[in-house]
């Protein structure tokens, strides 16, 4: 099982309390191709091939281009991606878990490399404003 880089400078952890089934809320958040169709921080996205472990996915936001790898995915409940930009090495996992008609998710990411240790301070702010909108 993957997890973020607990020795990381930045570690950002939230949850959110959804109500909607988890079957639209897996497929929305999986559906990496229409991201920027509801996120409003993703200005394009793209998933080359399947959504399965070691494929990845192009995308922009906040004016970084990125490269993430699947590293994980349990469907319906778990999905880790993650990879180098700009200096930056991230780590997100993200799971769900439906209880009643609710569905808590939980959303975790690391940040690591130079830019990091630089200003933590700001870009865990940065990263934890990004992870509240999305």
Not at 26 to 33: E, F, K, P, S, V
């Amino acid at each position: 099982m993957f997890t973020i880089d607990e020795t990381a400078p930045v570690i950002v952890r939230l949850t959110a309390v959804i109500d909607a089934p988890l079957e639209r809320v897996w497929a929305l958040h999986t559906d990496i191709d229409a991201w920027a169709d509801w996120n409003t921080d993703v200005d394009q996205a793209k998933l080359d091939g399947p959504l399965l472990p070691g494929n990845s996915f192009r995308w922009k936001t906040h004016g970084l281009d990125i490269t993430s790898t699947i590293r994980e995915i349990v469907p319906g409940e778990r999905l880790v991606w993650g990879g180098p930009a700009n200096g930056i090495d991230g780590v997100h996992v993200w799971t769900f878990e439906q209880t009643g008609g609710q569905i808590t998710v939980r959303t975790e990411e690391s940040w690591s490399g130079a830019p990091v240790e630089a200003a933590p301070e700001q870009l865990g702010q940065a990263l934890e404003q990004s992870l509240t909108a999305w």
